[in-house]
């Protein structure tokens, strides 16, 4: 039998024992590891201890031994590459291990389908801004996020720290990946003081429907009648999402408490806009619009979700 039958058969035999069975790890290395070994498939065992975890490759491992030896797992013995990562981890992000764990934990919940669910999710890691540098963690993490999450990301952020915020929404609105693009606006139109109405209907002129519609939704959220070219043009468009959403974003925009405005047609709203216009300065002009990003013929995107 070779030796890596032995370690296999060995590992085979601590299994079928109990799942709880003390043993120390003899690596080729001349390290002794004490632990509880469980496997983690045909080619790695997991060795944790009262304070870790560690795995190993079996052709790492010399021998395992039964014992009743629990141990405490050494990483700097162990594996001092492990040992490092962690600690460059926590110097570039100000968290250990475990907040880390938390944070990301609550994050994941950012994807969720549900509004509800999401909406606790952001409100949970605002508060635990209280208990360490949530923000600090996210503003250095946050390339690593996919587009599903980072949402919920820049939210957490804006609501601890708007004023360092700001440019970092702002990098967001020329994103190469649509659905970012499409958020950072989203934001814009819950965070009047970030951007301009000129800024936000530059999503309008961009190439995906989805950053369109964010737009012109934003748009309406600010309540700035100069847009009402733009969402003009919008009635205009072939795509009915667009002329929906520009029509509810002009009833929005010109409603009052007393006096709501909810005409059906282009031409009673171009007729509207020739009636009101004097009423409104510098009104903002289509043709005038750029694309937030524009993107390199010959090229695509892979969005990380």
């Known amino acids: 039998m070779t030796m890596k039958s032995k370690i296999a058969y060995s590992l085979a035999a601590l299994l079928l024992a109990s799942g709880a069975t003390a043993d120390t790890v003899m690596l080729k ?32 491992i010399d021998r ?37 764990e938390k944070v990301i934990a609550v994050v994941d919940k950012f994807a969720a389908e549900d509004a ?41 952020m804006l609501a601890i720290d708007s004023a360092r915020t700001k440019p970092i929404v702002m990098e967001t609105l020329t994103n190469q990946v649509a659905t970012l693009r499409a958020a950072a606006l989203e934001l814009l139109g819950r965070h009047r003081e970030l951007a301009s109405a000129e800024t936000i209907a530059r999503g309008t002129a961009d190439a995906d ?42 009833s929005r925009i010109w409603s009052t408490k007393d006096a709501p405005v909810a005409l059906e047609t282009p ?22 619009l750029e694309p937030l990003y524009v993107q390199p013929p010959g090229t695509y995107v892979l969005a990380h979700e």
């Open 29 to 60: 290395n001349g390290i002794a590891i004490d632990g509880t070994v469980t496997k983690v498939n045909a080619n790695c065992v997991a060795v944790r201890s009262g304070n870790g975890e560690i795995i190993y490759q079996t052709d790492e």
């Open 209 to 250: 429907i989805e950053v369109q519609i964010a737009a012109i939704n934003a748009l309406a959220q600010s309540g700035d009648r100069r847009a009402t070219p733009v969402l003009l043009d919008m009635l205009m468009k072939t795509n009915p999402r667009l002329q929906n959403a520009g029509k509810a974003a002009l």
């Open 64 to 100: 395992i031994e039964e014992n009743d030896k629990k141990g405490t797992l050494d990483l700097a013995r162990a594996n001092p590459a492990a040992l490092q990562h962690e600690k460059t981890l926590e110097e570039l992000t100000g968290l250990n291990a475990d907040q880390r």
């Open 267 to 288: 031409d009673q709203w171009i007729a509207f806009w020739a009636q009101s216009s004097a009423t409104v300065s510098r009104a903002i002009e289509v043709a005038s």
């Open 116 to 156: 509800n669910e999401r909406k606790q999710a952001i409100n949970q890691l605002i508060g635990m801004q209280q208990k360490f540098d949530v923000f600090r963690f996210l503003n250095e993490s946050r390339q690593g996020f996919g587009a599903r999450v980072l949402p919920g990301v820049l939210e957490v």
